[in-house]
């Protein structure tokens, strides 16, 4: 009895004295440092949107110029990727609304994107669709962690000469990808997009072409390269759209066409993992995560150069030229995350998109906001008109555009300046094409690493 006496009286007295003392006995004296450390950073706030008042009508229209680039292309990539264009169309209005207000940059327009695609085609093509929800959610969650982690520095030091010439591959792969749905052929079995496109052209040669299929992307292939000398204030994938659809409309060809889309957004819900295949989605996930870091923060920083390009901008007093990657990953996992839970795919920031956004005056997140907003009105107000898009006439879109991301320019250059940069540009695209865009950046970082031990190949 004392002894239980004289423990609860040094018990008392511990108790008293750290009351005294200031102490606390549960975890909540550590939630104000946590929301101090991380909710101001990764959370909107005013800041974000200082300006609005002064230039939403600069923000409208760029927002809209942006939307318009975007229609088509969100299409095509979901089509492309194998989910159907409506997903595609999903992950552009969800995924750029969520990465807007909570990416790391104020230009970024996010969405659905080639690079993603090339990673997206095999998963698909081995597993099936059903495990792109699980990958998606996954790889989301990943890029939330590494934001909060601090990690997004590591991405930020990917050398240029990798990134110029994984984005060269890319563009190679999503042009050899878009062969079977140009001629309307039945696609091979396979994940690597060189025999895929190869199978499918000896297909062609062996007189199994869809000649209306044939004749739609020509005339859009045509009508991309065209289109800028006339119509320089109008998007060409547009005209191109609407061109191509008019025509086979007028003529009756015998194209497939994107078909119904859905007048509204569906409910969130999380993939069923009552049949998940652990290691796949490992895997998988962990390659959609690295790509979207990847090409997410080489995104915000392309925008952060342009902006700075930008004198309006630069000699705004309330412009930020800092790009904020850990940001950038943890808003881009939201918005991943929320895509995938939507029946959407995989995002990332689009550098495409995120250019056409700054050179159309963007000031402020508003633009990122009211691109997503119109995607949703062109669903709502043009769906009938949207599903009458011809299919191949996406194809041709894609493989322009896909053509444009490699710089022949670019690489010549380089073998002129400096030939170890060139070098690792052509090892790290042939890799790219090859093999997948993961081993590719490992490979071209491993090269860079080697030949930089080489003075005389920097010369």
Not at 98 to 124: D, E, N
Not at 177 to 199: R, S
Not at 333 to 359: D, E
Request: overall charge positive; some cysteine; proline content about 5%.
């Amino acid at each position: 009895m004392h002894a239980f006496r004289l423990l609860q009286t040094i018990c008392n007295y511990n108790l008293t004295h750290r009351k005294l003392l200031g102490y606390r006995d549960d975890m909540s004296q550590y939630m104000p440092r946590f929301r101090a450390r991380f909710m101001p950073r990764f959370m909107p706030s005013r800041r974000d949107f200082a300006g609005v008042r002064t230039h939403w009508r600069e923000d409208a229209l760029a927002g809209v110029a942006v939307g318009v680039v975007a229609l088509p292309l969100a299409l095509g990539f979901g089509i492309a990727t194998g989910t159907g264009a409506t997903s595609g169309i999903i992950t552009a209005i969800v995924a750029g609304f969520i990465a807007a207000l909570f990416g790391g940059s104020r230009f970024q327009v996010s969405g659905p994107t080639g690079a993603m695609t090339v990673v997206l085609v095999p998963i698909v093509e081995r597993y099936g669709l059903s495990i792109i929800a699980i990958v998606g959610v996954l790889a989301g969650l990943l890029s939330i962690i590494a934001g909060l982690l601090r990690l997004g520095k590591v991405f930020a030091r990917v050398p240029w000469s990798v990134l110029e010439g994984f984005t060269a591959g890319i563009g190679i792969v999503i042009a050899l990808q878009q062969i079977p749905l140009a001629f309307d052929v039945a696609k091979p079995e396979g994940g690597n997009a060189f025999l895929v496109a190869w199978q499918s052209l000896d297909l062609v040669m062996r007189g199994e072409v869809h000649r209306d299929a044939m004749i739609m992307t020509v005339l859009a292939i045509l009508i991309m390269i065209l289109a800028p000398r006339f119509f320089k204030k109008v998007p060409a994938s547009i005209i191109t759209v609407m061109i191509c659809t008019f025509f086979a409309l007028l003529f009756k060809l015998e194209v497939i066409k994107i078909g119904a889309l859905p007048r509204t957004l569906p409910v969130p819900s999380l993939p069923d993992l009552s049949t998940a295949q652990w290691g796949a989605i490992i895997t998988s996930a962990l390659s959609v995560f690295a790509l979207g870091a990847i090409e997410s923060i080489l995104s915000g920083k392309v925008a952060e150069g342009l902006a700075h390009s930008k004198e309006h901008l630069h000699n705004e007093p309330n412009f930020e030229g800092n790009f904020d990657s850990n940001r950038e990953l943890f808003g881009q996992g939201l918005a991943t995350v929320a895509s995938a839970t939507m029946g959407g795919i995989p995002a990332t920031g689009a550098i495409a998109r995120t250019a056409v956004n700054v050179r159309s005056g963007a000031r402020t997140r508003l633009s990122s906001i009211i691109h997503a907003l119109f995607l949703s009105l062109c669903i709502l107000a043009l769906a009938p008109i949207v599903s009458q898009i011809p299919v191949s006439a996406l194809a041709g879109i894609l493989i322009i555009t896909a053509l444009r991301m490699v710089k022949p320019r670019a690489i010549l250059e380089a073998f002129i300046t400096t030939r170890a940069v060139a070098i690792t540009m052509v090892i790290t695209a042939m890799s790219t094409v090859a093999l997948d865009l993961i081993r590719a950046v490992i490979i071209g970082i491993f090269v860079h690493l080697i030949l930089s031990k080489f003075p005389k190949l920097n010369r």
